[in-house]
């Protein structure tokens, strides 16, 4: 399934515009899937390279459409796990949930899931369209009333947890960079994914390490392992970027 922007020129000849955002959609409810499907290849700045039930080879089609979003529904019982295997077998995509619920619980097993949009049953296309747009863009996306449960939730995680004292959290952008370290990225690497400049991911890289207090890039995946820190980290970086 792919949707196409064309246009006109003044010879009368059709010219191909590819779409900016190449967007999969997983469901187990086909009814959810194709209809979702058809009103996002109806917009322009959409390219819908596939819809799928996660069972049957689902996960595996998405990975082959090398998407830049993918829209899955909160509703799956398996949505956790599929999140953190699109993040760790396409790097740089954007995972959204959509028909989100918004029970504090829910927003930080996503969060550490990877999952960095949230779009309500009570949305319209036109807000799913401008969380593709914004996730893409580097934002996080949740509603008033989700940010407001994440720095609930950032309060009593900030009293149960030992941060170390030395250690500053990752912006949204450096976290992202420090995932890619962990998989043996190189800079260059990280900057064509990102499309950023090398020098940019060079400066990014000695914050990181700055930060993390360490002097080699190969610690930094042993940190990022810490369940305590991590899941401060992405939380509160979550919060910033939504505020």
């Not at 700045?45 to 689902?58: L, N």
């Not at 950032?154 to 370290?181: G, H, N």
């Not at 360490?214 to 910033?240: D, E, K, Y």
Request: with cysteine.
């Amino acid at each position: 399934m792919r949707s196409h922007n064309r246009c006109r020129s003044s010879s009368n000849q059709t010219i191909q515009v590819p779409a900016a955002n190449r967007v999969f959609i997983l469901s187990d409810v086909r009814l959810y899937r194709e209809g979702l499907a058809w009103s996002l290849s109806q917009r322009p700045e959409i390219e819908m390279v596939g819809a799928a039930a996660p069972s049957g080879g689902g996960l595996a089609e998405a990975v082959s459409s090398t998407p830049t979003a993918v829209l899955v529904d909160f509703a799956m019982p398996e949505v956790l796990n599929l999140s953190k295997a699109l993040n760790r077998l396409i790097p740089g995509v954007k995972v959204i949930a959509f028909a989100a619920s918004e029970v504090d619980d829910d927003l930080l097993v996503c969060a550490e899931a990877g999952i960095v949009g949230f779009v309500t049953p009570d949305a319209s296309i036109d807000d799913l369209v401008d969380a593709i747009r914004k996730t893409l863009r580097g934002e996080i996306l949740c509603s008033a009333r989700m940010t407001g449960l994440l720095f609930q939730r950032l309060a009593t995680l900030s009293e149960a947890t030992q941060v170390p004292s030395k250690m500053r959290p990752l912006t949204r952008r450096e976290y992202e960079i420090a995932e890619l370290i962990n998989k043996g990225m190189s800079n260059k690497e990280i900057a064509r994914l990102l499309r950023i400049a090398s020098a940019t991911v060079k400066n990014h890289v000695h914050n990181i390490l700055e930060k993390l207090q360490v002097s080699r890039r190969g610690a930094v995946g042993a940190i990022l392992r810490g369940s305590s820190w991590a899941q401060w980290t992405i939380l509160l970086t979550t919060v910033q970027t939504s505020v």
